[in-house]
């Protein structure tokens, strides 16, 4: 299945198999040969595009010394089928040979990759040809591969690790975006970012204006979140007033994909658009969007967004309590190569106390939590 998604400029999906063959050394019985095989891809950015690898068994003939029926190759338990992100490595690790034969896996890689300047979800197969003989008491293992059914020259080693060619991705472009389900958008654990980003008419049916002080010194009439962050973020500034006495106020909750859209051709106008788009993010992209985050500032500041937030008492118990409530600092310091965007001590993002806890401490930006949960 090909299905085209958006235009892009450059990209190519790295995919690198390696085999490692290995023998073992004792006397009388044929020592079995150990193949293993990993995978990697390679996008060159930290990016939260998923592939997904599955190691299937295609065929098996059997060697001229192999008498028994035909058996089941067993697959290294729960390795059949491995999902990873850019950057990462799938292992099938030691696929065990005890027998002469030949026995033919198959990888198969599901993921995005380009063509003709488009981003397509695609297969690639790899057939992977182990043929096993035996010499003196040991099995040799014997490894080639084909890509969709060509077959790749040169490839032929025995009882060595090898390492095969490439086929890559150099960087997810900034223009591709997978729009996202309303389901998914409801989620507390949502991703938004530049690679994800939400329909123009998403909008969370449970908005509610959040209780707390304004710019103006008033209890807020009109900025929301959703119902749940509205309470935890309500509670969150009352605890700081009633156990350090900070004042913190609220600048900027929930806000539609129109409002999103001045927001950003503000700041486009304001600054060009590579600089706009560090500092803020384009419609349907914004976290703002899914009513979980929230802008902080206070009276000190004039209600400014501004990285002195962090060096602030209130800034500062901001970042050492905020998980407790359930929220995270979404955009950490020195984290915009991966999140694409500045350090931003005052946008708050809401995805629950446990996962907020989780994430504390860690250094973890949400994409990384997403990865390992
Ligand atoms: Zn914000």
Same mark, same amino acid.
């Not at 390696?18 to 996008?43: H, K, N, W, Y």
């Not at 973020?233 to 156990?243: R, V």
């Given at each position: 299945?090909?299905?085209?998604?958006?235009?892009?400029?450059?990209?190519?999906?790295?995919?690198?198999?390696?085999?490692?063959?290995?023998?073992?050394?004792?006397? !009388?019985?044929?020592?079995?040969? =150990?193949?293993?095989?990993? @995978?990697?891809?390679?996008?060159?950015?930290?990016?939260?595009?998923?592939?997904?690898?599955?190691?299937?068994?295609?065929?098996?003939?059997?060697?001229?010394?192999? =008498?028994?029926?035909?058996?089941?190759?067993?697959?290294?338990?729960g390795?059949?089928?491995?999902?990873?992100?850019?950057?990462?490595?799938?292992?099938?690790?030691?696929?065990?040979?005890? *027998?002469?034969?030949?026995?033919?896996?198959?990888v198969v890689?599901?993921?995005?990759?380009?063509?003709d300047?488009?981003?397509?979800?695609?297969?690639?197969?790899?057939?992977?040809?182990?043929?096993?003989?035996? =010499?003196?008491?040991?099995?040799?293992?014997?490894?080639?591969?084909?890509?969709?059914?060509?077959?790749?020259?040169?490839?032929?080693?025995?009882?060595?690790s090898?390492?095969?060619?490439?086929?890559?991705?150099?960087?997810?472009?900034?223009?591709?975006?997978? !729009?996202?389900?309303?389901?998914?958008?409801? /989620?507390?654990?949502?991703?938004?970012?530049?690679?994800?980003?939400?329909?123009?008419?998403?909008?969370?049916?449970?908005?509610?204006?959040?209780?707390?002080?304004?710019?103006?010194?008033?209890?807020?009439?009109?900025?929301?979140?959703?119902?749940?962050?509205?309470?935890?973020?309500?509670?969150?500034?009352?605890?700081?007033?009633?156990?350090? &006495? +900070? @004042?913190?106020i609220?600048?900027? &909750?929930?806000?539609?994909?129109?409002t999103?859209? /001045? @927001?950003?051709?503000? +700041?486009?106008?304001?600054r060009g658009?590579?600089?706009?788009?560090?500092?803020?993010?384009?419609?349907? +992209?914004?976290?703002?969007?899914?009513?979980?985050?929230?802008?902080?500032?206070?009276?000190?500041?004039? &209600?400014?967004?501004?990285?002195?937030?962090?060096?602030?008492?209130?800034?500062?118990?901001?970042?050492? +309590?905020?998980h407790?409530?359930g929220?995270?600092? *979404?955009?950490?310091a020195?984290?915009?190569p991966?999140?694409g965007?500045?350090?931003?001590?005052?946008?708050?993002?809401?995805?629950?106390?446990?996962?907020?806890?989780?994430?504390?401490?860690?250094?973890?930006?949400?994409e990384?939590?997403?990865?390992?949960?």
């Amino acid at each position: 299945m090909k299905k085209l998604i958006k235009k892009l400029t450059m990209a190519s999906v790295l995919l690198s198999l390696f085999m490692l063959v290995a023998c073992g050394t004792r006397d !009388e019985v044929l020592q079995p040969a =150990t193949v293993s095989i990993a @995978v990697g891809v390679d996008v060159g950015d930290s990016s939260p595009e998923k592939f997904t690898f599955v190691l299937e068994t295609v065929s098996q003939e059997r060697g001229e010394d192999f =008498t028994d029926a035909p058996f089941e190759m067993p697959l290294p338990d729960g390795s059949s089928q491995i999902e990873i992100y850019g950057g990462a490595n799938a292992n099938f690790d030691n696929l065990t040979f005890e *027998r002469a034969g030949t026995f033919v896996y198959r990888v198969v890689q599901r993921g995005l990759e380009v063509e003709d300047d488009a981003w397509l979800i695609d297969e690639r197969i790899f057939d992977v040809t182990i043929t096993v003989t035996a =010499t003196g008491n040991q099995l040799v293992a014997d490894v080639m591969y084909t890509v969709n059914g060509a077959e790749v020259a040169e490839i032929r080693f025995v009882n060595q690790s090898i390492s095969l060619p490439y086929i890559g991705v150099t960087g997810i472009p900034e223009n591709y975006a997978t !729009e996202i389900s309303h389901a998914d958008g409801m /989620s507390y654990l949502a991703l938004v970012n530049r690679h994800f980003r939400l329909s123009s008419d998403f909008s969370p049916a449970d908005l509610s204006v959040v209780n707390a002080l304004n710019i103006y010194g008033n209890m807020n009439q009109w900025i929301q979140m959703r119902a749940t962050a509205a309470r935890a973020m309500e509670l969150m500034l009352d605890t700081a007033y009633e156990d350090e &006495g +900070h @004042v913190i106020i609220i600048v900027s &909750g929930y806000r539609s994909y129109e409002t999103q859209t /001045s @927001v950003h051709n503000n +700041h486009i106008a304001n600054r060009g658009e590579a600089e706009a788009r560090r500092v803020s993010a384009r419609p349907g +992209h914004s976290e703002h969007q899914l009513g979980l985050a929230m802008d902080l500032s206070t009276f000190g500041l004039g &209600g400014q967004l501004s990285s002195q937030f962090s060096s602030t008492p209130e800034g500062n118990w901001i970042k050492n +309590h905020a998980h407790r409530f359930g929220f995270i600092i *979404r955009y950490p310091a020195n984290r915009e190569p991966d999140t694409g965007f500045i350090y931003e001590p005052w946008h708050l993002r809401y995805i629950g106390v446990e996962a907020a806890t989780q994430m504390y401490g860690t250094g973890w930006i949400l994409e990384e939590f997403l990865l390992r949960n």
